[in-house]
């Protein structure tokens, strides 16, 4: 190995790299610092799950002993369990996957195929998120659920989740779609695919990010 090259393997680092890569310093250090406010609640809770009697009335974030009875209890002595976490999935499962395709749907068509009108659609989803929809619509949710005979039924709670993260969602998604050139959209026009096929096998795969947000 020449003395030059030796020398440029023994390079520290340039100058300037701290310069280049400072937004994505901060960027990832922004992401990082919501991501630890999410999760430590979440590591809180479980960790007080395990948590002795006394331990819980200290107050430390980690336990001096671990205790696991409360979870034989549960599964002992709570007989409804298993339904409950079954209507839990079940309600969850249901209003992901219509509010996924739903926002899906509705956000290629109003970035990608331009409807006559939406811009009107976009305003009326942006007004939709400055009402108090949840409380403002609890009779109209009543009078349709019963109409359609949902009432006390599982299936019942779908539709109103649906409802209500629907707008959020079709925003996101949109954003998202923005972001997928018009040019690749209408190359695969001119090679023949038609708008299902545009939308499945090229804009998808580049919007799986906003479909993983809209899970999340």
Known sequence: MSDMSLEIAGR????????????????????????IVILLPLAWVMIMSVKSRPDAMRGDFWPRKFDFT?????F?????????????????????LLTTVCAV???????????KGGGIVVAALLASLYFPTRVVSIISIYE?????????????????YVTLNLAISVLIMRS????????????????GAGPWRTLLTIALPMA????VVIFI
Do not use: C
């Open 176 to 191: 998202v779609f923005q972001l997928v050139p018009h040019e690749v959209i209408e190359a695969a026009k001119v090679d």
């Open 70 to 74: 409360t979870y034989a209890y549960v």
């Open 12 to 35: 520290p680092p340039q100058e300037g790299w701290l310069k280049r890569n400072l937004a994505s310093i901060i960027r990832h250090g922004i992401i990082n610092f919501f991501m």
């Open 105 to 115: 749907l509705a956000g290629y068509a109003l970035v990608h195929m331009r409807p």
């Open 76 to 96: 002992q002595k709570i007989e409804t369990l298993p339904i409950n976490m079954w209507n839990s999935i079940y309600v969850t499962a249901g209003t992901v």
């Open 208 to 211: 799986r990010n906003g479909i």
């Open 144 to 160: 349709i659920q019963n109409s359609l005979g949902l009432i006390n039924s599982t299936m019942g709670l779908i539709l109103p």
